[in-house]
């Protein structure tokens, strides 16, 4: 196994931790609070998730007339909850509810779907499949699996710091694909840039940017059984995290102008908590099409 440096993940919900909030008191919503509150409700949509084996959208390519196999013939751990990576993703959610803290049947309940399908034997058959198909979930479900996997390394709980260990072998095989993937594409990393830089991107980027321009506004779904308009829930709230992460770079920079800096980010907390609301009230609705994967957004 390849040593890796331990990368902190972020939390699963779309504002900052609280501690960045104290520093930004313009953000009106407590995280912390909220996941408390929505903890049950989340942690009882992990578990329909993980025993939902169909529907299921497989992706996988048939290479011959026999190559019809079940989505749970090739994928002994990843099976359940719609697609692969919806599966991966509703595994790192049970266990950021166990980190968090949920009722005792809940967490017993959790602990129990998870142990069924992170074993190591059933996870050195999905890092083969990955192997083998070297673009498939390419690089969605790959980030999903090493957000999971880091949650699980830097877990104070033994158990579930084991199922960290389990996931090791495919860490290791997309931390590989990614190396190779990377070493083919023309522009394969981002610049990252300091607060005052991305101030005057920022202005410059959008500069007539106001409350009533479409990008800061919620999208309405107007068909909740259809799987591809719901993901505009989720373009309301990955909105809402992108404006939160905005403003607290804008408040660090300093040497950015006073007037631009005032409207600009006036004009953003206003539309933050629209965006917001709307997307977590869609990650409970009850169809499946939005709560195979909605929640772990929010």
Aim: with cysteine; proline share 6%; net charge negative.
């Amino acid at each position: 196994m390849t040593d890796r440096p331990k990368a902190k993940a972020p939390g699963h919900h779309a504002l900052p931790s609280a501690a960045a909030a104290t520093r930004a008191p313009w953000v009106a919503f407590d995280a912390v609070a909220q996941l408390a509150a929505m903890a049950p409700r989340y942690a009882d949509i992990v578990l329909d998730n993980l025993a939902r084996p169909f529907p299921h959208s497989a992706h996988h390519t048939t290479r011959s007339a026999e190559d019809r196999p079940l989505p749970h013939e090739i994928h002994l751990a990843f099976f359940t909850s719609f697609d692969w990576h919806s599966c991966v993703h509703m595994h790192y959610l049970g266990v950021t509810l166990l980190e968090h803290g949920v009722s005792a049947d809940r967490d017993a309940a959790i602990r129990a779907a998870l142990a069924a399908t992170l074993m190591p034997e059933k996870l050195l058959v999905e890092a083969e499949y990955l192997r083998s198909n070297p673009s498939w979930e390419r690089p969605y479900g790959w980030a999903w699996l090493l957000r999971l996997a880091t949650v699980c390394a830097e877990s104070t709980d033994a158990r579930i710091r084991a199922w960290g260990h389990a996931l090791d072998p495919l860490v290791d095989v997309v931390a590989d694909l990614v190396v190779a993937w990377t070493a083919t594409a023309e522009w394969p990393v981002r610049r990252v840039l300091g607060p005052h830089e991305f101030a005057d991107w920022f202005t410059a980027f959008l500069p007539g940017l106001a409350a009533d321009s479409r990008i800061l506004k919620p999208v309405r779904v107007t068909d909740e059984s259809d799987g591809y308009f719901v993901h505009l829930h989720g373009l309301n709230l990955s909105r809402a995290g992108q404006i939160a992460r905005i403003l607290a770079a804008l408040e660090g920079a300093g040497g950015w102008d006073a007037g631009i800096r005032s409207e600009g980010a006036s004009t953003l907390r206003t539309a933050l908590e629209p965006l917001l609301r709307a997307g977590l009230a869609a990650a409970v609705a009850p169809d499946f099409m939005s709560s195979h994967w909605l929640a772990t957004f929010a």
